[in-house]
């Protein structure tokens, strides 16, 4: 990759905390990505105001607008090309993105997940991992491919599971790791050093 900071777009659906996290780590004159635009498909989104607040574009793209997936991606499509991003962050964005969306972006598409992947793909993993009564959880950067929850892992961190846990304590270390290793990871990717996805 070049070596001009590499212009990102953040897709979010709801509370926009590894958003921040990604905003705050692009602030560092070092850091070799900005964030460009943050797009939500939930006009609601609270991480809409965060990230307007930190002087970053926003935009809704509401689902809920379009008639069909193809129309709706098209558009998300369009705003992203639109402000010339190279590499898209998808930060607690809810919709699954079809697989011809997917591979427009393969290799400059990223996700983070609330779990050690391959491990607890889907919804739900903190109370699954729970359930399950695993010692060890965690969370997951990869890139996105048609697959859910299934691309080429970039960066993982392991979370203890504690005795007495309840599903928002775990969830808040989880959370907590997510914020370090989602910027770790872009400055990976961004930097031409995490391979292709
Ligand atoms: C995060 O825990 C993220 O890993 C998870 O949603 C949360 C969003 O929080 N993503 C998924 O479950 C994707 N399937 P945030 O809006 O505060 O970043």
């Known amino acids: 990759?070049?070596?001009?900071?590499?212009?990102?777009?953040?897709?979010i659906s709801g509370r926009g905390s590894n958003m921040a996290a990604l905003i705050e780590a692009a602030r560092a004159a070092d850091y070799p990505a900005e964030i460009a635009l943050v797009i939500s498909n939930r006009p609601d989104a609270a991480g809409l105001e965060t990230a307007a607040k930190q002087?970053?574009?926003?935009r809704v793209?509401?689902?809920?607008?379009?008639?069909?997936?193809?129309?709706?991606e098209a558009e998300l499509y369009e705003v992203l090309a639109r402000a010339r991003i190279d590499?898209?962050?998808?930060?607690?964005?809810?919709?699954?993105?079809?697989?011809?969306?997917?591979?427009?972006?393969?290799?400059r598409m990223l996700?983070?997940?609330?779990?050690?992947?391959?491990?607890?793909?889907?919804?739900?993993?903190?109370?699954?991992?729970?359930?399950?009564?695993?010692?060890?959880?965690?969370?997951?950067?990869?890139?996105v491919v048609p697959e859910l929850d299934s691309?080429?892992?970039?960066?993982?961190?392991?979370?203890?599971?504690?005795?007495?846990?309840?599903e928002e304590k775990l969830a808040a270390r989880v959370l907590a790791a997510e914020h370090r290793i989602?910027?770790?990871a872009l400055r990976l990717v961004a930097e031409g050093k995490a391979g292709r996805g």
């Open 61 to 72: 793209v509401d689902h809920k607008q379009f008639e069909s997936r193809n129309d709706f």
């Open 1 to 11: 990759m070049s070596e001009a900071r590499k212009r990102v777009g953040v897709l």
């Open 151 to 166: 691309g080429p892992i970039i960066l993982q961190e392991p979370v203890p599971v504690l005795e007495g846990d309840s």
């Open 111 to 143: 996700n983070i997940h609330p779990s050690l992947l391959p491990a607890l793909k889907g919804l739900n993993t903190h109370a699954r991992a729970l359930a399950t009564g695993v010692k060890m959880h965690g969370c997951t950067v990869h890139f």
């Open 55 to 58: 002087g970053i574009a926003t």
């Open 182 to 184: 989602y910027p770790a």
């Open 87 to 107: 590499i898209v962050c998808l930060a607690g964005f809810m919709r699954v993105l079809t697989p011809s969306f997917v591979e427009r972006w393969r290799g």
